[in-house]
Protein backbone atom coordinates (compact mmCIF):
# COMPACT_ATOMS: atom_id res chain seq x y z
CA UNK A 1 0.00 0.00 0.00
CA UNK A 2 1.31 3.40 -0.79
CA UNK A 3 0.06 6.59 0.84
CA UNK A 4 0.99 10.16 -0.67
CA UNK A 5 1.49 13.11 2.12
CA UNK A 6 2.50 16.61 1.72
CA UNK A 7 4.91 19.20 3.38
CA UNK A 8 6.29 22.54 3.32
CA UNK A 9 10.09 21.07 4.43
CA UNK A 10 10.89 17.44 4.69
CA UNK A 11 14.08 17.24 6.49
CA UNK A 12 15.86 14.04 6.69
CA UNK A 13 18.05 13.62 9.91
CA UNK A 14 17.84 13.58 13.42
CA UNK A 15 21.90 15.22 14.72
CA UNK A 16 22.54 18.18 14.92
CA UNK A 17 22.43 19.77 11.77
CA UNK A 18 18.81 18.64 10.97
CA UNK A 19 17.61 19.62 14.70
CA UNK A 20 18.89 22.92 14.20
CA UNK A 21 17.42 23.64 10.82
CA UNK A 22 13.71 22.87 12.01
CA UNK A 23 13.92 25.07 14.79
CA UNK A 24 15.39 27.31 12.93
CA UNK A 25 13.01 27.27 10.09
CA UNK A 26 9.62 30.21 10.31
CA UNK A 27 6.65 28.91 11.75
CA UNK A 28 4.88 30.00 9.04
CA UNK A 29 6.38 26.39 7.41
CA UNK A 30 4.79 22.95 8.18
CA UNK A 31 7.86 20.97 8.83
CA UNK A 32 8.19 17.07 8.94
CA UNK A 33 11.47 15.35 10.29
CA UNK A 34 12.39 12.29 9.43
CA UNK A 35 15.07 9.58 11.30
CA UNK A 36 15.97 5.84 10.40
CA UNK A 37 15.77 4.96 13.61
CA UNK A 38 15.36 6.81 16.95
CA UNK A 39 15.79 10.40 17.38
CA UNK A 40 18.59 9.57 19.62
CA UNK A 41 20.44 7.38 17.20
CA UNK A 42 23.41 9.86 15.84
CA UNK A 43 26.80 10.52 15.57
CA UNK A 44 25.97 14.33 17.58
CA UNK A 45 24.56 12.10 20.81
CA UNK A 46 27.87 10.77 20.77
CA UNK A 47 30.24 13.59 20.37
CA UNK A 48 32.65 13.67 23.32
CA UNK A 49 34.81 17.13 22.47
CA UNK A 50 32.98 19.98 21.39
CA UNK A 51 32.63 22.93 19.35
CA UNK A 52 35.77 25.35 18.49
CA UNK A 53 34.97 29.07 18.53
CA UNK A 54 37.37 31.67 18.95
CA UNK A 55 36.34 33.39 22.89
CA UNK A 56 39.73 34.13 24.16
CA UNK A 57 41.69 37.32 24.55
CA UNK A 58 45.01 35.21 22.87
CA UNK A 59 43.13 33.55 20.23
CA UNK A 60 41.68 34.94 17.34
CA UNK A 61 39.85 34.32 14.11
CA UNK A 62 42.98 34.34 12.18
CA UNK A 63 44.90 31.74 14.54
CA UNK A 64 41.47 29.50 13.48
CA UNK A 65 41.70 29.74 10.45
CA UNK A 66 45.71 29.24 9.98
CA UNK A 67 44.93 26.00 12.15
CA UNK A 68 41.81 24.94 9.87
CA UNK A 69 44.32 25.44 6.63
CA UNK A 70 47.36 23.79 7.83
CA UNK A 71 44.97 20.98 8.83
CA UNK A 72 43.07 21.07 5.82
CA UNK A 73 46.57 20.06 3.39
CA UNK A 74 45.70 22.69 0.85
CA UNK A 75 42.71 22.03 0.09
CA UNK A 76 40.59 24.13 2.53
CA UNK A 77 38.54 26.50 0.59
CA UNK A 78 39.79 29.59 2.42
CA UNK A 79 36.57 31.70 1.95
CA UNK A 80 34.09 28.98 3.22
CA UNK A 81 36.39 28.57 6.20
CA UNK A 82 36.82 32.14 6.95
CA UNK A 83 32.88 32.37 7.27
CA UNK A 84 31.99 29.29 8.95
CA UNK A 85 35.35 30.53 11.51
CA UNK A 86 33.54 34.46 11.95
CA UNK A 87 30.03 32.78 12.51
CA UNK A 88 30.95 30.54 15.43
CA UNK A 89 30.34 33.07 18.53
CA UNK A 90 27.11 33.40 16.87
CA UNK A 91 26.58 29.72 17.02
CA UNK A 92 27.57 29.78 20.57
CA UNK A 93 25.34 32.25 21.71
CA UNK A 94 22.59 30.49 19.88
CA UNK A 95 22.96 27.58 21.94
CA UNK A 96 23.30 29.69 24.85
CA UNK A 97 19.85 30.79 24.21
CA UNK A 98 18.66 27.62 24.09
CA UNK A 99 19.92 27.33 27.99
CA UNK A 100 22.68 25.11 26.99
CA UNK A 101 25.17 25.70 29.92
CA UNK A 102 28.97 25.06 28.46
CA UNK A 103 31.23 24.03 31.12
CA UNK A 104 32.93 26.55 33.55
CA UNK A 105 35.42 27.25 35.40
CA UNK A 106 35.34 29.66 38.60
CA UNK A 107 32.80 31.68 36.64
CA UNK A 108 34.60 31.29 33.25
CA UNK A 109 34.27 28.92 30.18
CA UNK A 110 36.90 26.34 30.49
CA UNK A 111 37.93 25.87 26.95
CA UNK A 112 39.61 23.12 26.31
CA UNK A 113 42.87 22.13 23.73
CA UNK A 114 42.34 19.29 21.16
CA UNK A 115 44.81 18.30 18.82
CA UNK A 116 46.06 20.72 15.43
CA UNK A 117 44.86 23.92 17.26
CA UNK A 118 47.27 26.17 18.65
CA UNK A 119 45.28 27.84 21.13
CA UNK A 120 42.62 26.74 23.73
CA UNK A 121 39.35 27.51 21.79
CA UNK A 122 36.72 24.15 22.38
CA UNK A 123 34.03 24.82 23.81
CA UNK A 124 32.59 21.73 25.77
CA UNK A 125 30.41 20.19 28.71
CA UNK A 126 32.87 17.87 29.94
CA UNK A 127 32.74 14.96 28.16
CA UNK A 128 29.65 14.79 27.01
CA UNK A 129 28.71 17.64 24.73
CA UNK A 130 27.21 16.52 22.17
CA UNK A 131 24.63 14.29 24.00
CA UNK A 132 23.57 17.35 26.07
CA UNK A 133 23.23 19.47 23.23
CA UNK A 134 21.05 17.35 21.69
CA UNK A 135 18.96 16.42 24.47
CA UNK A 136 18.04 20.15 25.02
CA UNK A 137 16.83 20.30 21.15
CA UNK A 138 15.32 17.54 21.27
CA UNK A 139 13.34 18.78 24.56
CA UNK A 140 12.87 21.99 22.39
CA UNK A 141 11.14 19.99 19.16
CA UNK A 142 9.04 17.94 20.82
CA UNK A 143 7.22 21.20 21.89
CA UNK A 144 6.88 23.01 18.33
CA UNK A 145 3.26 22.34 17.01
CA UNK A 146 4.43 23.39 13.26
CA UNK A 147 7.24 20.24 13.66
CA UNK A 148 6.43 16.74 12.77
CA UNK A 149 8.46 13.84 13.90
CA UNK A 150 8.06 10.80 11.67
CA UNK A 151 10.48 7.84 13.31
CA UNK A 152 11.82 4.58 12.30
CA UNK A 153 10.98 5.86 8.30
CA UNK A 154 14.29 6.38 5.59
CA UNK A 155 14.00 8.12 2.38
CA UNK A 156 14.40 5.20 -0.26
CA UNK A 157 15.14 8.09 -2.79
CA UNK A 158 14.74 11.33 -4.13
CA UNK A 159 12.08 12.14 -6.41
CA UNK A 160 13.25 14.58 -9.31
CA UNK A 161 12.31 16.22 -12.28
CA UNK A 162 14.04 15.81 -15.48
CA UNK A 163 15.99 18.57 -16.93
CA UNK A 164 15.80 20.05 -20.19
CA UNK A 165 16.86 22.93 -21.73
CA UNK A 166 14.54 25.30 -20.07
CA UNK A 167 14.45 24.06 -16.50
CA UNK A 168 17.03 22.66 -14.34
CA UNK A 169 17.18 19.01 -12.01
CA UNK A 170 14.94 19.88 -9.11
CA UNK A 171 13.67 18.29 -5.92
CA UNK A 172 10.35 17.63 -5.35
CA UNK A 173 9.68 14.60 -3.00
CA UNK A 174 11.13 11.42 -1.33
CA UNK A 175 10.24 7.99 -1.32
CA UNK A 176 10.02 6.58 2.13
CA UNK A 177 10.16 3.40 3.87
CA UNK A 178 7.81 3.25 7.09
CA UNK A 179 9.84 -0.04 8.83
CA UNK A 180 6.89 -0.12 10.99
CA UNK A 181 3.89 -0.59 8.33
CA UNK A 182 6.28 -1.96 5.57
CA UNK A 183 4.95 0.42 3.59
CA UNK A 184 6.28 3.16 1.08
CA UNK A 185 5.04 6.29 1.54
CA UNK A 186 4.92 9.11 -1.22
CA UNK A 187 6.50 12.71 -0.06
CA UNK A 188 5.25 16.26 -1.64
CA UNK A 189 8.04 18.48 0.00
CA UNK A 190 8.66 22.37 -0.86
CA UNK A 191 12.09 21.74 0.06
CA UNK A 192 14.00 18.76 0.59
CA UNK A 193 17.25 18.77 3.36
CA UNK A 194 19.12 15.85 4.04
CA UNK A 195 21.13 15.53 7.16
CA UNK A 196 22.01 12.28 7.44
CA UNK A 197 25.11 12.41 8.48
CA UNK A 198 28.44 10.27 8.06
CA UNK A 199 29.33 7.07 6.18
CA UNK A 200 31.85 5.51 8.58
CA UNK A 201 29.88 2.46 9.19
CA UNK A 202 31.06 1.33 5.64
CA UNK A 203 34.31 0.01 8.02
CA UNK A 204 34.44 -3.00 10.31
CA UNK A 205 35.80 -0.83 13.24
CA UNK A 206 33.80 2.59 13.53
CA UNK A 207 33.66 4.93 16.32
CA UNK A 208 29.79 6.00 15.00
CA UNK A 209 26.68 4.78 15.83
CA UNK A 210 24.82 2.37 13.58
CA UNK A 211 22.98 4.89 11.84
CA UNK A 212 26.35 6.36 9.43
CA UNK A 213 25.59 4.57 6.19
CA UNK A 214 25.98 7.23 4.18
CA UNK A 215 22.69 7.33 2.93
CA UNK A 216 22.25 10.93 2.33
CA UNK A 217 25.26 10.99 0.35
CA UNK A 218 23.91 7.84 -1.82
CA UNK A 219 20.81 9.26 -2.45
CA UNK A 220 21.85 12.79 -3.66
CA UNK A 221 24.68 11.04 -5.60
CA UNK A 222 21.60 8.88 -7.72
CA UNK A 223 19.72 12.06 -8.06
CA UNK A 224 22.36 13.51 -10.05
CA UNK A 225 24.90 15.75 -7.51
CA UNK A 226 28.01 16.39 -7.34
CA UNK A 227 30.55 14.38 -4.89
CA UNK A 228 33.81 15.59 -3.73
CA UNK A 229 36.54 14.37 -1.88
CA UNK A 230 35.12 10.92 -0.88
CA UNK A 231 38.84 9.71 -0.99
CA UNK A 232 39.11 11.53 2.90
CA UNK A 233 37.76 9.10 5.38
CA UNK A 234 39.07 10.27 8.95
CA UNK A 235 40.34 7.53 11.02
CA UNK A 236 40.30 8.58 15.02
CA UNK A 237 42.92 7.28 16.88
CA UNK A 238 41.71 6.36 19.90
CA UNK A 239 38.46 3.77 19.89
CA UNK A 240 38.29 2.05 23.14
CA UNK A 241 39.53 -1.52 22.32
CA UNK A 242 37.06 -3.95 24.25
CA UNK A 243 35.20 -6.81 23.21
CA UNK A 244 32.12 -5.26 25.35
CA UNK A 245 32.05 -1.76 24.24
CA UNK A 246 32.55 -1.80 20.55
CA UNK A 247 32.50 2.03 18.99
CA UNK A 248 32.77 3.57 21.74
CA UNK A 249 35.42 6.58 21.26
CA UNK A 250 38.20 7.71 23.79
CA UNK A 251 38.41 11.90 23.57
CA UNK A 252 40.64 13.69 21.92
CA UNK A 253 40.32 15.94 24.48
CA UNK A 254 42.26 13.31 26.65
CA UNK A 255 45.86 14.13 24.92
CA UNK A 256 44.89 17.90 24.60
CA UNK A 257 44.80 17.31 28.25
CA UNK A 258 48.66 15.75 28.63
CA UNK A 259 47.49 11.60 27.85
CA UNK A 260 50.56 9.50 26.47
CA UNK A 261 50.22 6.95 23.51
CA UNK A 262 52.21 4.12 24.45
CA UNK A 263 52.64 0.79 23.40
CA UNK A 264 51.39 -2.48 25.10
CA UNK A 265 54.74 -3.02 27.03
CA UNK A 266 54.57 0.83 27.75
CA UNK A 267 57.15 2.80 25.52
CA UNK A 268 55.79 6.11 23.80
CA UNK A 269 56.13 6.26 20.18
CA UNK A 270 54.36 9.23 18.78
CA UNK A 271 58.08 11.42 19.19
CA UNK A 272 59.38 8.70 15.94
CA UNK A 273 56.38 10.53 13.89
CA UNK A 274 56.10 14.12 14.38
CA UNK A 275 57.43 16.65 16.77
CA UNK A 276 54.14 18.01 18.20
CA UNK A 277 53.41 13.78 19.77
CA UNK A 278 50.26 13.28 21.24
CA UNK A 279 48.80 16.43 19.84
CA UNK A 280 49.39 15.87 16.14
CA UNK A 281 46.53 15.94 13.53
CA UNK A 282 44.45 12.75 13.44
CA UNK A 283 45.70 11.87 10.42
CA UNK A 284 49.22 11.73 11.98
CA UNK A 285 48.48 9.86 15.11
CA UNK A 286 45.98 7.43 13.10
CA UNK A 287 48.86 6.43 10.73
CA UNK A 288 51.55 5.94 13.62
CA UNK A 289 49.04 4.07 15.58
CA UNK A 290 48.78 2.02 12.63
CA UNK A 291 52.45 1.50 11.58
CA UNK A 292 53.11 0.22 15.50
CA UNK A 293 50.61 -1.98 15.47
CA UNK A 294 51.47 -3.59 11.85
CA UNK A 295 55.07 -3.21 12.58
CA UNK A 296 54.97 -4.95 15.62
CA UNK A 297 52.05 -7.03 15.51
CA UNK A 298 50.06 -5.33 18.63
CA UNK A 299 46.78 -5.52 18.92
CA UNK A 300 45.64 -2.43 20.01
CA UNK A 301 48.13 0.87 21.79
CA UNK A 302 47.58 2.63 25.27
CA UNK A 303 46.49 5.66 26.02
CA UNK A 304 47.38 6.74 29.48
CA UNK A 305 45.87 9.70 31.60
CA UNK A 306 46.55 8.15 34.89
CA UNK A 307 49.53 10.35 35.67
CA UNK A 308 46.75 13.15 35.99
CA UNK A 309 45.16 13.35 39.69
CA UNK A 310 42.36 11.31 40.19
CA UNK A 311 39.98 14.14 40.99
CA UNK A 312 40.78 16.12 37.81
CA UNK A 313 40.16 12.94 35.74
CA UNK A 314 36.70 12.00 37.24
CA UNK A 315 35.63 15.86 36.65
CA UNK A 316 36.50 16.35 33.54
CA UNK A 317 35.61 13.14 31.61
CA UNK A 318 32.84 11.69 33.63
CA UNK A 319 31.26 9.36 30.51
CA UNK A 320 34.74 8.08 29.76
CA UNK A 321 35.98 7.22 33.46
CA UNK A 322 32.35 5.62 33.98
CA UNK A 323 32.41 3.34 30.69
CA UNK A 324 35.75 2.11 31.05
CA UNK A 325 35.31 1.43 35.10
CA UNK A 326 32.27 -0.59 33.87
CA UNK A 327 34.11 -3.15 32.33
CA UNK A 328 37.11 -3.03 34.55
CA UNK A 329 39.10 -0.12 33.64
CA UNK A 330 39.94 2.73 36.41
CA UNK A 331 41.54 5.37 34.22
CA UNK A 332 43.08 6.87 37.06
CA UNK A 333 45.42 3.90 37.55
CA UNK A 334 45.45 1.94 34.37
CA UNK A 335 46.20 3.08 30.80
CA UNK A 336 43.11 2.25 28.18
CA UNK A 337 43.24 0.04 24.83
CA UNK A 338 43.20 2.01 22.01
CA UNK A 339 42.92 1.14 17.94
CA UNK A 340 41.98 3.59 15.53
CA UNK A 341 38.41 3.17 14.08
CA UNK A 342 36.68 4.98 10.93
CA UNK A 343 35.24 8.43 12.46
CA UNK A 344 34.45 11.22 9.87
CA UNK A 345 33.50 11.59 6.42
CA UNK A 346 35.29 14.87 4.87
CA UNK A 347 34.00 14.29 1.79
CA UNK A 348 30.00 14.18 0.38
CA UNK A 349 27.58 16.28 -1.41
CA UNK A 350 28.96 19.42 -3.01
CA UNK A 351 27.03 22.63 -1.29
CA UNK A 352 27.36 25.97 -0.62
CA UNK A 353 27.32 27.32 2.88
CA UNK A 354 24.02 26.93 3.35
CA UNK A 355 23.69 23.83 2.26
CA UNK A 356 22.19 24.55 -1.35
CA UNK A 357 23.29 21.91 -3.97
CA UNK A 358 23.08 21.78 -7.62
CA UNK A 359 19.51 19.82 -7.50
CA UNK A 360 17.19 22.68 -6.97
CA UNK A 361 15.11 22.77 -3.84
CA UNK A 362 17.92 20.22 -2.07
CA UNK A 363 19.94 20.89 0.50
CA UNK A 364 22.36 18.78 2.22
CA UNK A 365 23.66 19.67 5.53
CA UNK A 366 26.58 18.55 7.87
CA UNK A 367 28.71 15.60 7.79
CA UNK A 368 26.85 14.68 4.68
CA UNK A 369 27.94 17.61 2.45
CA UNK A 370 31.01 19.29 1.71
CA UNK A 371 31.68 22.39 2.19
CA UNK A 372 35.89 23.13 1.29
CA UNK A 373 35.77 23.63 5.28
CA UNK A 374 37.36 20.70 6.36
CA UNK A 375 39.77 19.28 3.12
CA UNK A 376 41.85 16.98 3.40
CA UNK A 377 41.71 16.70 7.03
CA UNK A 378 38.94 17.81 9.41
CA UNK A 379 40.23 19.57 12.22
CA UNK A 380 39.09 18.50 15.86
CA UNK A 381 35.90 19.86 17.07
CA UNK A 382 34.77 22.05 13.77
CA UNK A 383 32.35 19.66 12.40
CA UNK A 384 29.68 20.43 15.14
CA UNK A 385 30.71 24.54 14.31
CA UNK A 386 30.28 23.37 10.35
CA UNK A 387 26.54 21.67 11.75
CA UNK A 388 25.72 24.58 13.31
CA UNK A 389 25.97 27.21 11.02
CA UNK A 390 25.18 25.18 8.25
CA UNK A 391 21.79 24.79 9.63
CA UNK A 392 21.36 28.53 10.35
CA UNK A 393 22.41 29.27 6.67
CA UNK A 394 19.94 26.99 5.72
CA UNK A 395 17.21 28.18 7.47
CA UNK A 396 18.05 31.88 6.63
CA UNK A 397 18.20 30.81 3.24
CA UNK A 398 14.21 29.01 2.96
CA UNK A 399 12.39 31.53 5.29
CA UNK A 400 12.87 34.81 3.20
CA UNK A 401 10.87 32.68 0.64
CA UNK A 402 6.64 33.97 0.98
CA UNK A 403 4.28 31.39 1.72
CA UNK A 404 2.26 32.68 -1.18
CA UNK A 405 4.78 31.69 -3.60
CA UNK A 406 6.49 28.66 -2.16
CA UNK A 407 3.93 26.27 -3.93
CA UNK A 408 4.40 25.04 -6.98
CA UNK A 409 1.44 23.34 -8.01
CA UNK A 410 2.03 19.75 -7.92
CA UNK A 411 -0.89 17.80 -7.99
CA UNK A 412 0.28 14.07 -8.79
CA UNK A 413 3.40 12.03 -8.06
CA UNK A 414 3.86 8.51 -9.08
CA UNK A 415 3.48 5.75 -6.25
CA UNK A 416 6.24 3.57 -5.28
CA UNK A 417 4.87 0.57 -7.27
CA UNK A 418 6.04 -2.75 -5.44
CA UNK A 419 3.12 -5.33 -6.73
CA UNK A 420 5.84 -7.63 -8.85
CA UNK A 421 8.27 -8.12 -5.72
CA UNK A 422 7.75 -10.93 -3.11
CA UNK A 423 8.99 -11.88 0.74
CA UNK A 424 12.42 -13.11 0.87
CA UNK A 425 13.63 -16.40 2.62
CA UNK A 426 17.16 -15.39 1.34
CA UNK A 427 18.08 -12.69 3.76
CA UNK A 428 21.31 -14.23 4.74
CA UNK A 429 22.38 -12.44 1.19
CA UNK A 430 21.81 -9.08 2.91
CA UNK A 431 23.82 -9.94 6.26
CA UNK A 432 26.48 -11.61 4.84
CA UNK A 433 27.22 -9.16 1.93
CA UNK A 434 26.69 -6.44 4.48
CA UNK A 435 29.68 -7.93 6.72
CA UNK A 436 31.83 -8.80 3.82
CA UNK A 437 31.95 -5.02 2.24
CA UNK A 438 32.82 -3.69 5.80
CA UNK A 439 35.99 -6.36 5.73
CA UNK A 440 36.81 -5.40 2.31
CA UNK A 441 36.77 -1.81 3.32
CA UNK A 442 38.78 -2.18 6.51
CA UNK A 443 41.18 -4.06 5.05
CA UNK A 444 41.74 -2.65 1.52
CA UNK A 445 40.23 1.02 1.88
CA UNK A 446 42.00 1.67 5.59
CA UNK A 447 44.37 4.26 6.72
CA UNK A 448 47.25 3.29 4.22
CA UNK A 449 46.43 2.54 0.63
CA UNK A 450 47.52 0.98 -2.51
CA UNK A 451 46.10 1.08 -5.95
CA UNK A 452 46.53 -2.80 -6.47
CA UNK A 453 44.24 -2.88 -3.08
CA UNK A 454 41.78 -0.33 -4.34
CA UNK A 455 41.02 -1.98 -7.75
CA UNK A 456 40.95 -5.52 -5.77
CA UNK A 457 37.95 -3.83 -3.69
CA UNK A 458 36.49 -2.50 -6.05
CA UNK A 459 36.01 -5.61 -8.29
CA UNK A 460 35.17 -7.41 -5.13
CA UNK A 461 32.15 -4.71 -4.27
CA UNK A 462 31.09 -4.41 -7.97
CA UNK A 463 29.71 -8.20 -7.81
CA UNK A 464 28.51 -7.61 -4.36
CA UNK A 465 26.34 -4.88 -5.87
CA UNK A 466 24.97 -6.96 -8.99
CA UNK A 467 24.08 -9.64 -6.47
CA UNK A 468 22.32 -6.98 -4.05
CA UNK A 469 20.79 -4.91 -7.19
CA UNK A 470 19.24 -8.38 -8.70
CA UNK A 471 17.89 -9.04 -4.89
CA UNK A 472 16.92 -5.60 -4.42
CA UNK A 473 14.42 -5.71 -7.47
CA UNK A 474 12.61 -8.90 -6.61
CA UNK A 475 12.29 -9.05 -3.06
CA UNK A 476 10.24 -6.64 -0.48
CA UNK A 477 12.20 -3.66 1.13
CA UNK A 478 13.88 -3.69 4.83
CA UNK A 479 15.90 -1.30 6.57
CA UNK A 480 19.17 -3.34 6.05
CA UNK A 481 18.64 -3.82 2.44
CA UNK A 482 18.41 -0.23 1.83
CA UNK A 483 21.67 0.74 3.97
CA UNK A 484 23.19 -2.20 1.88
CA UNK A 485 22.80 -0.56 -1.26
CA UNK A 486 23.70 2.92 -0.15
CA UNK A 487 26.75 1.66 1.64
CA UNK A 488 27.88 -0.39 -2.16
CA UNK A 489 27.29 3.36 -3.27
CA UNK A 490 29.22 5.65 -1.41
CA UNK A 491 32.09 2.67 -0.87
CA UNK A 492 32.52 2.89 -4.70
CA UNK A 493 32.49 6.79 -4.21
CA UNK A 494 35.24 6.11 -1.76
CA UNK A 495 37.74 3.92 -4.13
CA UNK A 496 37.17 5.74 -7.60
CA UNK A 497 38.19 8.53 -5.53
CA UNK A 498 41.02 7.06 -3.87
CA UNK A 499 42.27 5.99 -7.03
CA UNK A 500 41.96 9.10 -8.84
CA UNK A 501 44.39 11.20 -6.26
CA UNK A 502 47.97 9.63 -7.29
CA UNK A 503 49.45 11.06 -4.53
CA UNK A 504 49.65 11.40 -0.26
CA UNK A 505 47.62 13.76 1.02
CA UNK A 506 46.06 14.61 4.57
CA UNK A 507 43.53 11.66 5.20
CA UNK A 508 44.52 9.84 1.87
CA UNK A 509 48.09 8.00 2.20
CA UNK A 510 49.09 5.46 -0.76
CA UNK A 511 52.23 3.78 -0.08
CA UNK A 512 52.28 4.13 -4.38
CA UNK A 513 52.92 7.88 -4.39
CA UNK A 514 53.89 8.54 -0.56
CA UNK A 515 54.47 11.97 -0.98
CA UNK A 516 52.13 15.22 -1.67
CA UNK A 517 51.91 15.99 -5.46
CA UNK A 518 50.68 19.83 -6.64
CA UNK A 519 49.30 18.26 -9.80
CA UNK A 520 46.92 17.30 -7.41
CA UNK A 521 46.23 20.31 -4.94
CA UNK A 522 42.19 20.04 -5.92
CA UNK A 523 39.36 18.17 -4.78
CA UNK A 524 38.17 15.43 -6.54
CA UNK A 525 34.95 15.30 -8.15
CA UNK A 526 31.95 12.38 -8.79
CA UNK A 527 29.14 13.62 -10.79
CA UNK A 528 25.56 11.81 -9.67
CA UNK A 529 24.18 9.54 -12.71
CA UNK A 530 20.70 10.53 -11.97
CA UNK A 531 19.23 7.09 -12.14
CA UNK A 532 15.63 6.29 -13.11
CA UNK A 533 14.08 8.41 -9.81
CA UNK A 534 12.50 11.28 -12.71
CA UNK A 535 8.77 11.90 -13.17
CA UNK A 536 7.16 14.45 -15.43
CA UNK A 537 5.70 16.95 -12.95
CA UNK A 538 1.86 17.46 -13.59
CA UNK A 539 1.08 21.16 -11.88
CA UNK A 540 -1.41 23.50 -12.06
CA UNK A 541 -1.25 26.87 -13.40
CA UNK A 542 -0.52 29.24 -10.73
Not at 137 to 157: A, G, V
Not at 256 to 276: S, W
Not at 304 to 329: E, M, V, W
Not at 469 to 496: A, G, M, P, Q
Request: aromatic share 8%; charged share 25%; proline share 2%.
Amino acid sequence: MNSIKRTDILIAGSGLSGLAAALSMSKKFEVTLVTKNQLTDCSTAWAQGGIASVSSTTDSFEKHFYDTLKNGHGLVDKKVAMEIINEAPNAIDWLNKKNIQFTKEDGLINLTLEAGHSERRIYHIMDKTGKIIHKRLLEEIKTKKNIKILSNCQIIDLITSKPNIEKSNECVGAYIFNQKNKNVETHIAERVILATGGASKLYQFTSNPKTSTGDGIAISYRAGCKIANMEFVQFHPTCLYHPHAKSFLISESLRGEGAKLLTPNRKTFMEKYDERKELAPRDVVARAIDSEMKEYGFLHVLLDISHKSATFIKKRFPLIYKKCLAIGIDITKHAIPVVPASHYTCGGVQTKINGKTEVQRLYVLGEAAHTGFHGANRLASNSLLECLVMAMKCAQDINTLSIKNFKHGITELPKWDDSYVSESKENIVVSHNWDELRKIMWSYVGIVRSDKRLSRALQRIKIIENEVNEYYHKHKLTSDLLELRNIIEVSKLIIESALTRKESRGLHHSEDYPLPNKKFEKNTYLVGKKKNNFLKLITTKS
